[in-house]
Protein backbone atom coordinates (compact mmCIF):
# COMPACT_ATOMS: atom_id res chain seq x y z
CA UNK A 1 0.00 0.00 0.00
CA UNK A 2 3.21 2.26 1.07
CA UNK A 3 4.95 1.31 -2.22
CA UNK A 4 1.44 2.34 -4.27
CA UNK A 5 0.79 6.08 -2.56
CA UNK A 6 4.66 6.47 -3.27
CA UNK A 7 4.08 5.35 -7.00
CA UNK A 8 1.67 7.85 -7.27
CA UNK A 9 3.24 10.44 -5.38
CA UNK A 10 6.48 10.17 -8.27
CA UNK A 11 3.91 9.92 -10.68
CA UNK A 12 2.68 13.25 -9.61
CA UNK A 13 6.08 15.34 -9.06
CA UNK A 14 7.30 13.99 -12.80
CA UNK A 15 3.64 15.26 -13.83
CA UNK A 16 4.20 18.42 -12.77
CA UNK A 17 7.85 19.14 -13.69
CA UNK A 18 6.87 18.18 -17.06
CA UNK A 19 4.14 20.46 -17.10
CA UNK A 20 5.85 23.46 -15.77
CA UNK A 21 8.80 22.40 -18.69
CA UNK A 22 5.56 23.39 -21.26
CA UNK A 23 4.61 26.46 -19.95
CA UNK A 24 5.76 29.18 -22.47
CA UNK A 25 8.63 31.51 -20.38
CA UNK A 26 7.98 35.46 -20.67
CA UNK A 27 10.65 36.98 -22.62
CA UNK A 28 12.81 39.14 -20.87
CA UNK A 29 12.35 42.50 -20.96
CA UNK A 30 14.14 44.68 -23.30
CA UNK A 31 16.72 46.97 -21.80
CA UNK A 32 16.60 50.47 -23.25
CA UNK A 33 19.49 52.77 -23.69
CA UNK A 34 20.04 56.33 -21.88
CA UNK A 35 18.59 58.84 -23.82
CA UNK A 36 21.54 61.25 -25.62
CA UNK A 37 21.05 64.25 -27.12
CA UNK A 38 22.36 62.99 -30.47
CA UNK A 39 19.89 60.14 -30.69
CA UNK A 40 16.81 62.45 -29.86
CA UNK A 41 14.55 63.32 -32.68
CA UNK A 42 12.55 66.69 -32.06
CA UNK A 43 9.49 67.00 -34.26
CA UNK A 44 8.22 70.75 -33.85
CA UNK A 45 3.96 70.31 -35.06
CA UNK A 46 1.63 72.58 -35.83
CA UNK A 47 -0.27 71.07 -33.06
CA UNK A 48 1.62 73.60 -30.92
CA UNK A 49 4.39 71.96 -29.10
CA UNK A 50 7.66 69.75 -29.57
CA UNK A 51 7.81 66.01 -29.71
CA UNK A 52 10.66 64.20 -28.44
CA UNK A 53 11.49 60.74 -29.72
CA UNK A 54 14.43 58.48 -28.66
CA UNK A 55 16.02 57.08 -31.31
CA UNK A 56 16.98 53.16 -31.29
CA UNK A 57 20.50 52.48 -33.15
CA UNK A 58 21.29 49.46 -31.18
CA UNK A 59 18.26 48.22 -32.72
CA UNK A 60 18.02 50.00 -36.04
CA UNK A 61 21.26 51.65 -37.03
CA UNK A 62 20.24 52.11 -40.60
CA UNK A 63 16.77 54.03 -40.60
CA UNK A 64 18.12 56.27 -37.47
CA UNK A 65 21.29 57.28 -40.01
CA UNK A 66 18.73 58.07 -42.41
CA UNK A 67 16.33 59.83 -40.24
CA UNK A 68 19.36 62.19 -38.81
CA UNK A 69 20.80 62.53 -42.44
CA UNK A 70 17.21 63.44 -43.60
CA UNK A 71 16.48 65.99 -40.58
CA UNK A 72 19.90 67.49 -40.78
CA UNK A 73 19.17 68.40 -44.88
CA UNK A 74 15.77 69.89 -43.47
CA UNK A 75 13.97 67.50 -45.78
CA UNK A 76 11.42 66.98 -43.07
CA UNK A 77 10.46 70.73 -42.69
CA UNK A 78 7.33 71.97 -43.55
CA UNK A 79 5.66 68.17 -44.36
CA UNK A 80 2.32 67.14 -43.15
CA UNK A 81 0.85 64.24 -42.09
CA UNK A 82 -1.06 62.70 -44.83
CA UNK A 83 -2.40 59.65 -43.67
CA UNK A 84 -3.87 59.53 -40.07
CA UNK A 85 -6.20 56.58 -38.73
CA UNK A 86 -7.75 56.96 -35.42
CA UNK A 87 -7.06 54.80 -32.89
CA UNK A 88 -3.73 53.18 -34.98
CA UNK A 89 -0.82 55.79 -36.58
CA UNK A 90 -0.10 59.31 -38.12
CA UNK A 91 1.90 58.33 -40.89
CA UNK A 92 4.13 62.03 -42.73
CA UNK A 93 7.40 62.30 -44.28
CA UNK A 94 6.57 62.21 -47.96
CA UNK A 95 7.66 65.67 -49.81
CA UNK A 96 4.38 65.46 -52.03
CA UNK A 97 2.52 65.13 -49.33
CA UNK A 98 0.15 62.10 -51.54
CA UNK A 99 2.22 58.49 -50.07
CA UNK A 100 3.86 58.26 -53.06
CA UNK A 101 6.76 60.10 -52.66
CA UNK A 102 9.88 59.60 -50.76
CA UNK A 103 13.63 61.02 -50.76
CA UNK A 104 16.07 60.45 -53.37
CA UNK A 105 18.41 58.55 -51.25
CA UNK A 106 17.67 54.74 -51.81
CA UNK A 107 15.30 52.49 -49.81
CA UNK A 108 16.63 50.87 -46.64
CA UNK A 109 16.82 47.00 -45.69
CA UNK A 110 14.45 45.93 -42.82
CA UNK A 111 15.56 45.93 -39.45
CA UNK A 112 12.93 44.48 -37.15
CA UNK A 113 13.02 43.61 -33.34
CA UNK A 114 11.36 46.62 -31.36
CA UNK A 115 7.60 46.16 -30.59
CA UNK A 116 4.63 48.56 -32.54
CA UNK A 117 3.66 49.78 -28.95
CA UNK A 118 1.98 53.15 -28.45
CA UNK A 119 3.89 56.17 -29.04
CA UNK A 120 6.57 53.45 -31.75
CA UNK A 121 7.74 54.95 -34.53
CA UNK A 122 8.33 53.42 -37.24
CA UNK A 123 9.51 53.54 -41.18
CA UNK A 124 6.29 53.04 -43.63
CA UNK A 125 6.69 50.89 -46.62
CA UNK A 126 5.07 49.99 -49.53
CA UNK A 127 4.27 46.10 -50.25
CA UNK A 128 7.47 45.82 -50.99
CA UNK A 129 9.44 45.01 -47.93
CA UNK A 130 12.72 46.52 -48.93
CA UNK A 131 11.10 49.71 -49.28
CA UNK A 132 11.63 52.13 -46.50
CA UNK A 133 12.55 55.39 -47.12
CA UNK A 134 11.29 58.67 -45.96
CA UNK A 135 7.83 58.22 -44.81
CA UNK A 136 7.38 57.13 -41.23
CA UNK A 137 4.51 56.72 -39.03
CA UNK A 138 3.78 57.44 -35.00
CA UNK A 139 1.64 54.54 -33.13
CA UNK A 140 -1.55 55.89 -31.73
CA UNK A 141 -1.94 52.41 -29.88
CA UNK A 142 -0.23 48.88 -29.55
CA UNK A 143 -0.26 46.52 -32.24
CA UNK A 144 2.44 43.57 -31.91
CA UNK A 145 1.32 41.78 -35.02
CA UNK A 146 3.29 44.32 -37.17
CA UNK A 147 6.41 43.58 -35.65
CA UNK A 148 7.36 41.07 -37.91
CA UNK A 149 6.87 42.85 -40.94
CA UNK A 150 7.84 46.35 -40.36
CA UNK A 151 10.95 48.66 -38.64
CA UNK A 152 10.44 50.57 -35.52
CA UNK A 153 13.40 52.42 -34.95
CA UNK A 154 12.13 54.83 -31.65
CA UNK A 155 9.49 55.93 -29.69
CA UNK A 156 7.81 59.30 -28.35
CA UNK A 157 9.39 60.11 -24.67
CA UNK A 158 7.64 62.87 -24.03
CA UNK A 159 4.88 65.15 -26.24
CA UNK A 160 2.75 62.35 -26.92
CA UNK A 161 -0.12 64.76 -26.67
CA UNK A 162 0.52 66.96 -29.44
CA UNK A 163 0.29 63.39 -31.56
CA UNK A 164 -2.57 62.71 -30.29
CA UNK A 165 -3.82 65.84 -31.61
CA UNK A 166 -2.78 65.34 -35.53
CA UNK A 167 -5.55 66.10 -37.88
CA UNK A 168 -7.25 62.94 -38.67
CA UNK A 169 -8.08 61.86 -42.71
CA UNK A 170 -6.91 59.74 -45.24
CA UNK A 171 -6.24 62.38 -46.23
CA UNK A 172 -7.07 64.74 -43.52
CA UNK A 173 -9.07 68.21 -44.92
CA UNK A 174 -6.23 70.27 -42.97
CA UNK A 175 -3.23 68.67 -42.54
CA UNK A 176 -1.40 68.59 -39.24
CA UNK A 177 2.58 70.05 -40.29
CA UNK A 178 5.82 69.08 -39.19
CA UNK A 179 6.90 72.49 -38.71
CA UNK A 180 10.55 71.91 -37.67
CA UNK A 181 12.95 68.88 -37.38
CA UNK A 182 15.93 68.50 -35.57
CA UNK A 183 18.34 65.53 -33.25
CA UNK A 184 18.84 66.90 -29.99
CA UNK A 185 22.61 67.36 -30.28
CA UNK A 186 22.23 70.39 -32.62
CA UNK A 187 20.32 72.29 -29.93
CA UNK A 188 17.43 74.02 -32.11
CA UNK A 189 15.21 76.06 -29.86
CA UNK A 190 11.63 74.99 -29.75
CA UNK A 191 9.43 77.57 -31.13
CA UNK A 192 6.66 79.02 -29.13
CA UNK A 193 3.09 77.42 -29.71
CA UNK A 194 1.08 80.60 -31.24
CA UNK A 195 4.35 80.26 -33.97
CA UNK A 196 3.82 76.86 -34.37
CA UNK A 197 -0.12 76.89 -34.61
CA UNK A 198 -0.05 80.08 -37.00
CA UNK A 199 2.95 77.87 -39.49
CA UNK A 200 0.03 74.97 -39.83
CA UNK A 201 -3.02 77.24 -40.93
CA UNK A 202 -4.00 77.34 -44.59
CA UNK A 203 -2.68 80.36 -46.28
CA UNK A 204 -4.96 83.21 -46.50
CA UNK A 205 -6.21 83.55 -50.51
CA UNK A 206 -6.19 86.75 -51.59
CA UNK A 207 -8.68 88.57 -53.57
CA UNK A 208 -8.70 88.31 -56.96
CA UNK A 209 -7.68 91.45 -58.88
CA UNK A 210 -9.94 92.28 -61.58
CA UNK A 211 -7.94 92.32 -65.11
CA UNK A 212 -7.41 96.07 -66.33
CA UNK A 213 -9.75 97.22 -68.80
CA UNK A 214 -6.73 97.12 -72.11
CA UNK A 215 -6.57 100.85 -73.97
CA UNK A 216 -8.95 101.50 -76.81
CA UNK A 217 -6.81 101.10 -79.77
CA UNK A 218 -5.61 104.56 -81.25
CA UNK A 219 -6.49 105.07 -84.77
CA UNK A 220 -3.36 105.35 -86.91
CA UNK A 221 -2.87 108.95 -88.06
CA UNK A 222 -3.04 108.86 -91.94
CA UNK A 223 -1.18 110.76 -94.70
CA UNK A 224 -2.43 113.78 -95.83
Known sequence: MRLMSFLAALAGIILGTASLAQTPVAPAPQTVPAAEPENIWYLDLSTGGRVAIQLRPDAAP?????????????????????RVIEGFMAQGGDPSGTGAGGSELPNLAAERGLPHLRGAVAMART??????????????????HMDRSYSVFGRVISGMNFVDSIER????????????????????????????????????QAPAVPAAAEPEAVPTPQAQ
Do not use: C, W
Open 169 to 204: GEPPLNPTRIVRASIGSDNVPPLAAADLIAAGRPPV
Open 62 to 82: AHVERIKTLTRQGFYNGLVFH
Open 127 to 144: QTEESGNSQFYIMFGSRL
